[in-house]
């Protein structure tokens, strides 16, 4: 069931208001069916990647119902099966599960997001929700996307589940974005209000994700294989919706299930590469010294199936043919888009630029500096996937409008106290660096949302920026570089006509990273 999609203002929930999009009224009508389309494509991509569906294709019974199949493989079924999950999209991944096999299921534990019960009630999705009756426990915590007390429970919950396993059971694993947060199991004598402060440090200072996750594993019961662990000898398979570039099933939520490749020395490594080495709490260095001299289990996880049941592309593939629908060349760019925001930025920037400046024809009026930066800002992302080369020759060839998409998450580095999130400040930044380059007679909206409909700690799923943006900004007496500087692309988007460009989805039940829409259409 795809989400269902608004853009409204913040706290006010009033429809939609018409854009700035200057005097000709040609132009505002072709503008705010852009916004209009970033928006459907946006639906279409969550609604690819809801949970239930993906786990409908992924598991399946034999006709008389003692075998489940996963992919290539077959377990006996015997009243021996058990149900842990942790993660955004994990609630509705539970609630398909036990339709499927709840006769089979002896007992369950699940840790969520707090709140999305009933937000999942409020917007009627009756098919994210458990039965009134059902075998499953669901804890909720996490508030805002951190670990707290209330995790911390539902983890302690889910390690007695695990451990209290035989080899003739079967342990399934629905694992998907945001489950590290809900599956804090520190290792004693850490705290887990040192574990965090930890990893805001980290975060705050430009810590991508799997060096994130290589400190949380190291500092963890049940990250790096430490679930499968405790599970042992019981079979386990782990059903993975990813929310990580490339579905490195290592890295998503920590890896619980998969056995950590990293040591010490390569968390000393992160440690000074971020100047904190000589702030780490005595009980962090306690922990470190033990694991470096005493490995915790053995490195192995060969009871473990693994196995992605959905990701960006996915959501991705079903958006492109959605906007192929509506008109338009669509083109995806990479599904792995990652690095510091403000380079993501001005990358979208300057590929604007360039590739409008193709499909209109006029390539005469790029300079060699500006194709030439363009392909040194692709090159400095390092992206196996990105098709820079393969999309510019497309959109030349394009006789009209034009949709690139985008997947990955950029990360922000913070250097203020504002309210936002990387599809935020993202979008904001985009704003200013369409502003910059002389577009022609074109056209241009650019949208960047989270999919499981959270920015950071926001309401806001995303926002979407045309490159009127600094002068809308300016008109209302609002001054970009002071948000950004603040990091508060929140308050500002709020402010800014107010709220119509903020992104509003809701929980959405599912979670595989950013989407980026940009759009190009000759006027």
Known sequence: ???????????????????????????????????????????????????????????????????????????QLRQNLYLVGFGKAVLGMAAATEELLGQHLVQGVISVPKGIRAAMERVGKQEMLLKPHS??????????NLPDHDALRAALAIQQLAEGLTADDLLLVLISGGGSALLPAPIPPVTLEEKQMLTKLLAARGATIQELNTM???????????????????????????????????????????????????????????????????????????????????????HVLNVIIGSNTLALTEAQK?????????????????????????????????AGARLISSTAGISVEEDAKLHELAAEFQLSDLRLEEVLKAVAE??????????????????????????????????????????????????????DGQDGPTEAAGAWVVPELPIQAA???????TFLAHNDSYTFFCRLQGGAHLLYTGLTGTNVMDTHLLFLRPQ
């Open 1 to 75: 069931m795809a989400a269902t999609l608004q853009v409204l203002p913040c706290l006010v929930r009033a429809p939609l208001r018409p854009l700035l999009w200057g005097t000709p009224v040609a132009r505002r009508a072709s503008g705010m069916a852009l916004a209009e389309h970033a928006q459907q494509l946006f639906e279409s991509a969550v609604g690819a990647v809801q949970p239930g569906p993906m786990l409908q294709r992924a598991l399946s019974l034999d006709p008389d119902g003692r075998q489940l199949k996963v992919r290539d493989r077959s377990f």
């Open 135 to 144: 075998r499953v426990q669901v804890f909720e915590g996490a508030e805002n």
């Open 216 to 302: 949380r594993k190291a500092l963890s019961q049940l990250k790096g294989g430490g679930l499968a662990q405790a599970a042992y000898p019981a079979q386990v398979v782990s059903l993975i919706l990813s929310d990580v570039v490339g579905d490195p099933v290592e890295v998503i939520a920590s890896g619980p299930t998969v056995a950590s490749a990293h040591n010490v020395q390569d968390c000393l490594h992160i440690l000074n590469r971020y100047g904190l080495r000589s702030a780490l709490p005595r009980s962090v260095k306690t922990v470190l010294a033990r694991a470096d001299s005493d490995p915790r289990g053995p490195h192995t996880c060969g």
């Open 322 to 354: 959605q906007a192929e629908v509506l008109g338009y060349r669509a083109l995806v760019l990479s599904t792995a888009m990652q690095g510091d925001v403000k380079n993501v930025a001005q990358f979208y920037g300057l590929l604007a630029r360039v």
């Open 398 to 451: 394009a006789r009209g409008p034009v949709c690139l998409l985008a997947g990955g998450e950029p990360t922000v580095q913070l250097q203020g106290s504002g309210k936002g999130g990387r599809n935020q400040e993202l979008a904001l930044r985009v704003g200013v660096e369409l502003e910059r380059w002389p577009l022609g007679p074109i056209d241009v909206l650019f949208l960047s949302g989270g999919t």
């Open 475 to 481: 008109a209302e007496g609002l001054d970009v570089a």
